[in-house]
């Protein structure tokens, strides 16, 4: 197994433009889960997923932001008309629900940069 | 709500010095505590973690005790290597979904 892997691991746009990142999370995991990550803090839960429902929302997540994890496996998060403050590092994590309490296994992420 | 609060850094330290990050936290809950480490330019990777207080944690000579009585998780290691130079995070989880992390701190050993 690779791990989790995120897709691209770099973006630039420029203010008020869409994009899309994706994470492909471990094969056997159905739990899925968004972070994001600014210049010296910790990950910032987004959201999560078991399986293809999406269970929680985090504040953060305004109506700019939408995921999609549609048969379960891979997860799509897309950010329309962004802003230069969602310049950040979008994490995703896997877990197996039950497993090993929960340890969550993160991808490399996708720096985003917003001009 | 829940919160994770961590020593600031960054921390310098000599090759084979002992190190300590400290970590406190707050849950409603009793929750799962864990380390998580990032290595330059790598993503987030589980260090070690501790599930019910007095669990020690270890991994590659790093070591982390549940203090309920003192809702603490300090991260130590005896003799730092110049390969330990990452970021540390100090994380806790209630229900083992909505993960709450420290601001992490960034460790940098010279040799």
């Known amino acids: 197994d690779t791990g989790v892997s995120q897709d691209p691991r770099h973006k630039i746009t420029k203010r008020g433009q869409n994009v899309t990142f994706r994470c492909d999370p471990i094969?056997?995991?159905?739990?899925l889960y968004w972070y994001r990550q600014t210049l010296g803090q910790g990950p910032e839960f987004l959201t999560y997923?078991?399986?293809?429902?999406?269970?929680?929302k985090s504040r953060l997540l305004s109506d700019r932001f939408s995921a999609e994890r549609p048969k379960g496996s891979f997860s799509t998060l897309e950010i329309q008309r962004t802003e230069q403050g969602d310049s950040a590092m979008y994490l995703c994590a896997s877990s197996l629900e039950g497993g090993s309490r929960e340890t969550q296994y993160f991808g490399p992420g996708t720096r985003l940069l917003v001009l | 709500g829940d919160s994770v609060t961590q020593m600031e850094g960054p921390v310098t330290l000599s090759e084979e010095a002992f190190l300590t990050i400290n970590c406190t936290y707050t849950?409603?809950?009793?929750?799962?505590l864990f380390w998580y480490v990032q290595y330059p330019g790598e993503g987030l990777q589980l260090l070690l973690k501790a599930t019910k207080a007095d669990d020690k944690g270890s991994n590659k000579g790093f070591e982390a005790t549940y203090r309920k009585e003192t809702t603490s998780f300090h991260l130590e290691k005896g003799s730092v290597q110049v390969s330990d130079s990452a970021v540390y995070f100090c994380?806790?989880?209630?229900?083992?979904?909505?993960?709450?992390f420290g601001p992490g701190t960034r460790l940098s050993v010279l040799p």
């Open positions: 997923f078991q399986n293809e429902a999406q269970l929680e």
């Open positions: 994380a806790l989880s209630e229900n083992g979904q909505n993960f709450v």
């Open positions: 849950a409603t809950g009793y929750p799962s």
């Open positions: 094969s056997e995991h159905n739990r």
